[in-house]
């Protein structure tokens, strides 16, 4: 079995293990994130693998999360729910992918800002929908076949199971030509093209199943929490979300993972140190992304090749044979 399965398996275990020793409070943060694990891989996919910059991530969260809550406390089973907020990511992600056959980079980023915002203040004006600033209250958490997961040990090994279903199939679009057209649109969308890929649909691809990943995410936040409101879904948390695939490794499949739990996880093991947790937290961050702008993967890559034995080529054979 290659040593990357194995510690896949290991990792597998550790998640199934992780809750046992926690409380309530420490399943939350698991929970949380595997959720922004989900989110960051939809934005990991527009952004790390496809080139196309998003800063609406939180907004897709805010709408699934939106559509789950509505639709679950209407009586409608949450898988239904949770699909029915995928879809209409997707279709808005769709949309959102237009502007990206016409601007890019920088100006694109203002496109999907400007997104985020208009969704965040429709989610704060539109009350008799969304509750405004009240939010949404006693959002129910789902049961499968008589099992329960309204306790918070069982609702986190129900998210492990959306998580790790998700990772498999991200993992086999990556690895299709899908993901391997992805990868050409992000390093040079002329010479894609001009190899038959279809640059229109590859973009649209992108934002669509990347906002789709996210609107599942939002579909598990809301019952986690059982409350939502619109500043769970400001700008700042798309923010947040971009910090996550930076910090983990754009473009690598364990980026957003890895960027989740330092950006989850590592402010509450620093909160031993009370008022200055955010000032470490912040530097790490900082020192991270001057050392190696790629990441926690990038990082890892670089140590582990230097370690590792080099090939050598023979002096002799340099400059080829010669006659």
Known sequence: MPYRMILILLGIVALVLAPLSQGNYGIYVLCSWLIFSIAAMGLNLTLGYAGQVSLAQAAFMGIGAYTTALMTMAGVHWIF????????CFLVGLGLGYPALRVQHHLLAFVTLAFNTLVFLVLRNEEWLTGGSFGIVGIPRPSFFGIE???????YYFTLV??????????????????????????????ANSLG???????LLAFAIGSALGGLAGALAAPLVQFIDPP??????S????????????????????GAALVTVLPEFLRFTEGYYLMIYATTVL??????????????KRMVARFRPQRVERGDLKQGAQL
């Not at 001057?290 to 890892?300: E, H, R």
Request: charge should be positive; hydrophobic fraction near 60%; include cysteine.
């Open 232 to 237: 769970a879904f400001a700008l700042v948390h």
């Open 81 to 88: 729910a949770a699909a029915a907020s995928m879809g209409l």
């Open 287 to 300: 020192v991270l992304m001057v050392v190696c702008p790629t990441g926690l993967i990038g990082l890892g």
């Open 149 to 155: 997961t309204t306790k918070q040990l069982s609702f």
């Open 197 to 203: 890929v279809d640059i229109r649909r590859m973009t």
């Open 239 to 258: 923010l947040k979300l971009l910090l996550m695939v930076m910090v983990g490794g754009a473009g690598y499949f364990f980026g957003p993972m890895l």
């Open 162 to 191: 959306v998580f790790l279903i998700v990772a498999v199939l991200f993992y086999g679009v990556v690895r299709s030509p899908w993901g391997r057209a992805f990868k050409a649109l992000r390093e040079n969308p002329i010479r």
